[in-house]
């Protein structure tokens, strides 16, 4: 008896020490799990492009003659436009509005991006990375919203050209350019503010070469289901939005141009159209695969941080070339500026 009781004491001990010894090892692990995490982190790190950071000073040089190609074609247009009495009409009144927005979204992740690659400034502070992030997407909208308003009055030019004059006035187009950026400041500025309320971050470093939402949304230690759900919307309500508008637009333009009997008006129609419909392609392919793979994908980080690079700086590079190319005043300028001005 004293045995059984002996033994079944020391086994009921053992059990308990075993008990406590488990116990002490998850609660080792959560107060291991809370140290590694970071409390209102005051910097974030840049790593550039995973998995190319030995490449990455020489890809630099590329994104810069792009940046380069932008700047330089953007602020062109932006001289040649007001001194041009022939090019104030609302098409190209949208199209300086757009070539101010390229210009400040090649500034907002240039100027970092390449102080990375060049000079390896990877530190940033957190709110510096967010209100990057801010600038950077807000402009992306106001983009977006910019070739809706170029669709409209594409629509209008061909569908209606008496009326168009009347119909898109001095103060419907300044209307309509306030309307876009407020729309893109409001919608976008959520997401910092969202951002802002988190405080435990699993980590401080970043897989970009800038501030994106959802890269920095991934750090959280915390549940982001708002911020996701926020992000999903506001992407959807500008950039869905605006893909349904223009594409309802494009639907009527080619139906009215289809109804025109003479071949010379229809490929004149067509041509009008051109320039406007290659932006857009290129625009929206890279915007919708850069946000579909970061959101649900599972594509190479280096591949799509390249992607979601040349989807941002190619556009503002394409958009003066692909415009001064198809419009004869603006070739004319162009050829005034750097070759008879000498």
């Given at each position: 008896m004293i045995v059984r009781s002996v033994s079944c004491f020391t086994s009921h001990s053992f059990s308990s020490v075993g008990m406590r010894i488990s116990g002490e090892k998850r609660s080792l692990t959560s107060m291991e799990s809370m140290n590694m995490s970071y409390m209102d982190p005051k910097t974030v790190t840049l790593i550039g492009i995973p998995g190319l950071e030995h490449v990455q000073f020489w890809i630099g040089f590329s994104f810069f003659a792009v940046c380069l190609v932008a700047l330089v074609g953007n602020i062109i247009l932006l001289i040649i436009i007001p001194t041009e009495r022939s090019l104030h009409q609302p098409m190209y009144i949208f199209l300086a509005v757009l070539a101010a927005t390229d210009i400040g979204l090649c500034v907002a992740i240039a100027l970092k991006m390449l102080a990375i690659f060049w000079f390896g400034f990877y530190s940033m502070a957190f709110d510096?990375?967010?209100?990057?992030?801010?600038?950077?997407?807000?402009?992306?909208?106001?983009?977006?919203?910019?070739?809706?308003?170029?669709?409209?009055?594409?629509?209008?030019?061909?569908?209606?050209p008496l009326r168009h004059t009347t119909t898109l006035t001095p103060f419907l187009l300044v209307s309509m350019v306030l309307a876009v950026a407020i729309r893109a400041a409001v919608l976008v500025g959520i997401l910092p503010i969202l951002l802002k309320r988190l405080h435990f971050f699993q980590s401080i470093v970043i897989a970009h070469s800038y501030c994106e939402h959802m890269a920095v949304v991934k750090l959280a230690a915390e549940d982001t289901h708002v911020n996701k759900t926020c992000g999903l919307f506001v992407g959807f309500t500008i950039l869905g939005f605006d893909m349904i508008f223009i594409l309802i637009s494009y639907i009527l333009i080619f139906q009215a141009v289809f109804c025109l009997h003479q071949k010379e008006a229809r490929l004149k129609a067509f041509n009008t159209c051109t320039a406007h419909i290659f932006v857009l392609l290129e625009f929206y392919i890279?915007?919708?695969?850069?946000?579909?793979?970061?959101?649900?994908?599972?594509?190479?980080?280096?591949?799509?941080?390249?992607l979601s690079t040349v989807y941002l700086l190619v556009p503002p590079a394409l958009n003066p070339i692909v415009y001064g190319v198809k419009n004869k005043a603006i070739r004319k300028r162009v050829a005034w500026i750097f070759f008879l001005n000498h």
């Amino acid at each position: 008896m004293i045995v059984r009781s002996v033994s079944c004491f020391t086994s009921h001990s053992f059990s308990s020490v075993g008990m406590r010894i488990s116990g002490e090892k998850r609660s080792l692990t959560s107060m291991e799990s809370m140290n590694m995490s970071y409390m209102d982190p005051k910097t974030v790190t840049l790593i550039g492009i995973p998995g190319l950071e030995h490449v990455q000073f020489w890809i630099g040089f590329s994104f810069f003659a792009v940046c380069l190609v932008a700047l330089v074609g953007n602020i062109i247009l932006l001289i040649i436009i007001p001194t041009e009495r022939s090019l104030h009409q609302p098409m190209y009144i949208f199209l300086a509005v757009l070539a101010a927005t390229d210009i400040g979204l090649c500034v907002a992740i240039a100027l970092k991006m390449l102080a990375i690659f060049w000079f390896g400034f990877y530190s940033m502070a957190f709110d510096a990375c967010l209100a990057q992030l801010f600038f950077i997407h807000a402009l992306q909208g106001m983009e977006s919203g910019i070739l809706l308003a170029m669709a409209f009055d594409r629509y209008v030019a061909i569908c209606d050209p008496l009326r168009h004059t009347t119909t898109l006035t001095p103060f419907l187009l300044v209307s309509m350019v306030l309307a876009v950026a407020i729309r893109a400041a409001v919608l976008v500025g959520i997401l910092p503010i969202l951002l802002k309320r988190l405080h435990f971050f699993q980590s401080i470093v970043i897989a970009h070469s800038y501030c994106e939402h959802m890269a920095v949304v991934k750090l959280a230690a915390e549940d982001t289901h708002v911020n996701k759900t926020c992000g999903l919307f506001v992407g959807f309500t500008i950039l869905g939005f605006d893909m349904i508008f223009i594409l309802i637009s494009y639907i009527l333009i080619f139906q009215a141009v289809f109804c025109l009997h003479q071949k010379e008006a229809r490929l004149k129609a067509f041509n009008t159209c051109t320039a406007h419909i290659f932006v857009l392609l290129e625009f929206y392919i890279l915007a919708f695969f850069s946000f579909f793979s970061h959101q649900f994908g599972h594509v190479v980080p280096s591949t799509h941080i390249l992607l979601s690079t040349v989807y941002l700086l190619v556009p503002p590079a394409l958009n003066p070339i692909v415009y001064g190319v198809k419009n004869k005043a603006i070739r004319k300028r162009v050829a005034w500026i750097f070759f008879l001005n000498h």
